[in-house]
């Protein structure tokens, strides 16, 4: 199975919250990161979250870590259109003596009137 | 703005062309790194250099052939691709494998079609 899973889809309506879900595999990491990427472009980091951490919030961005659980979540208070875009979950294992990132598919979140 | 340029934007070529992309970033990362990402796969991760050192390769086929001049520079050299090669071929850069906090700064991407 994949080392990072999210589910591919998320339709809100505007206003409403937004909350996309992700589980990871490797305990071993420290960070763990939020990526956006609109159409047409590359990947733009959005927030992250430090392990020995259960929340972070940033401004509409709401980050919960359950480490345990190996979870990880987004929310998104009042989802705009422009919030529209594919959202990466990402980890960064430690192997081989190096940090590489390891993300999600993606989750496609589509916000309508 | 990310700091990591990729040129061209997008590209089209035939199957025997041989061609380059090419990724700059101004961050003064040491990292660098090619992903693919095709429509309904995940992010696949090609090539990872470190200080100019090729330190990953996963199992990518031999017509994609990296090479990093500098630490600021990252060349995709492309050759008698195949139609299923044609997707978004990504840049990133971060400050270092050996950190924890090793976030990637993207670039726009090269939108690569094969015919």
């Known amino acids: 199975g994949e080392d990072v899973e999210q589910s591919l889809f998320l339709s809100v309506r505007e206003g409403d919250s937004s909350v996309i879900n992700c589980t990871y595999t490797d305990s071993s990491s420290t960070y763990l990161y939020w990526y956006k990427q609109e159409p047409g472009a590359g990947l733009q980091l959005l927030t992250y979250?430090?392990?020995?951490?259960d929340m972070k919030q940033d401004q509409r961005l709401t980050v919960l870590l359950n480490k345990k659980d190996k979870h990880l979540s987004l929310r998104i208070a009042d989802t705009q259109t422009g919030d529209s875009a594919i959202y990466f979950c990402?980890?960064?294992?430690?192997?081989?003596?190096?940090?590489?990132?390891?993300f999600g598919r993606g989750t496609s979140l589509i916000v309508h009137p | 703005e990310t700091g990591v340029t990729q040129t061209p934007r997008h590209l089209v070529m035939g199957m025997t062309n041989k061609k380059s992309l090419k990724c700059e970033q101004h961050l003064g990362h040491n990292a660098m790194y090619w992903y693919k990402q095709s429509a309904k796969k995940p992010l696949e991760l090609m090539f990872v250099?470190?200080?100019?050192?090729?330190?990953e390769n996963n199992s990518v086929p031999s017509r994609f052939s990296p090479e990093c001049p500098n630490s600021s520079h990252l060349f995709l050299h492309l050759h008698t691709l195949q139609p299923e090669d044609s997707a978004l071929y990504l840049c990133?850069?971060?400050?270092?494998?050996?950190?924890?906090?090793?976030?990637?700064?993207f670039g726009p991407g090269t939108r690569l079609t094969v015919t």
């Open positions: 979250i430090f392990s020995n951490m």
């Open positions: 250099y470190s200080l100019e050192e090729r330190v």
């Open positions: 990133a850069s971060s400050r270092d494998l050996g950190e924890a906090g090793n976030e990637q700064y």
């Open positions: 990402a980890e960064i294992p430690f192997s081989g003596g190096s940090y590489i990132p390891t």
